[in-house]
């Protein structure tokens, strides 16, 4: 049987790209394999994933969510120290 796959997109900021890229080359995984593995989990309905998910569901209804991740953050000031904030 083959199994279909549908791509999905993300956008990420530069930074967390970055960062999300190394921590997976230091482990020898993909990018891809590590947002399957978490998109499975959820569909599977695993606790432990939904745990995650149902918190950011509750965060997003009640507007608690900080849409500058502290990476971005972090980048955004060094930028600005830099001069370089276009």
Known sequence: MI?????IHVHLS????VEF????????V??????EHFVNGLVDERPEMLVH???F????????IN?????????????ILEGDYK
């Open 57 to 64: 569901i509750y965060l997003k209804k009640n507007k608690k």
């Open 67 to 79: 849409k500058i991740s502290k990476i971005e953050t972090d980048d955004l000031f060094d930028k």
């Open 14 to 17: 530069k930074d967390v790209h």
């Open 21 to 28: 890229r190394r921590m997976c080359i230091n482990e020898k």
């Open 53 to 55: 998910f149902k918190e």
């Open 3 to 7: 199994i279909e796959r549908r791509p």
């Open 30 to 35: 993909t990018m891809q394999e590590i947002v």
